[in-house]
């Protein structure tokens, strides 16, 4: 899908064109764009071909991706973290240096103010289901906090939390706007530990207390 922020966003109406991944029957709060950005649901439109300017860093992830699944030499990437994360069964997808979690099937992602997420998380690790924590730095104010199991129906997340569609970079990816890095390192049982419904319990609890 091709999408920009709406007009008065960002103060301007011709912003940049994203790709996106084509948002399924689910309704989530925020999608991240081939190059990283981390987009607000609310906050975009879909756009029409040959309107706007292109974002470069999204076409060149996708054209990595059509140069991998085409079966180019070096397709499948060779850097540290893909083969450890396809060897604990982690839905995750390698090309050249971008290493992507599909949040397609079971998956998920919760971007959680920073302050909120370090107190989530203490919460999470208390009740033996400790998560693994992203910093995007596309999203500077916020945490993402991988899941393993969806809940099955959209959550009323409180304002600022936002669920993430599509895929998101797992470390060692280098984007345009800097490294993906472990805020709290993933285990092989990280995405079996921790749930949806558990990260919203917790959140719930630090929102209570």
């Known amino acids: 899908m091709l999408v920009r922020y709406r007009a008065g966003v960002i103060g301007q ?18 999608v991240i764009a081939l190059c990283g950005d981390l987009l607000c649901s ?17 076409l060149a992830s996708r054209a990595i991706a059509m140069d991998s699944s085409a079966g180019c030499d070096g397709g499948d990437a060779e850097i540290a973290g893909g083969p450890l994360y396809s060897g604990w069964g982690w ?13 397609d099937c079971d998956a998920s992602a919760i971007a959680i103010p920073i302050p909120l997420s370090v ?24 945490h993402m906090v991988l899941t393993g199991e969806k809940f ?29 890095t472990w805020v709290q390192p993933p285990s092989k049982d990280s995405l ?13 609890t630090v929102i209570r207390d």
């Open 152 to 180: 099955g129906a959209a959550l009323p997340w409180p304002s600022g939390v936002y669920e993430v569609s599509g895929s998101v970079m797992l470390p060692p990816t280098i984007t345009i706007g800097g490294p993906i």
């Open 13 to 30: 109406t011709a912003g940049t064109v994203h790709l996106v991944p084509v948002l399924g029957e689910r309704e989530v709060s925020a």
């Open 119 to 142: 107190e989530v998380t203490q919460v999470l690790t208390a009740r033996h289901c400790a998560p693994a924590v992203l910093a995007h730095p596309y999203a500077p104010e916020h």
């Open 42 to 58: 609310e906050e975009i439109e879909m756009v029409a071909h040959n309107m706007g300017v292109p974002c470069a860093p999204c």
């Open 192 to 204: 079996r530990l921790s749930r949806e419904i558990d990260v919203f319990g917790a959140l719930r």
């Open 91 to 103: 839905p995750v997808t390698q090309q050249r240096d971008l290493i992507q979690l599909s949040l």
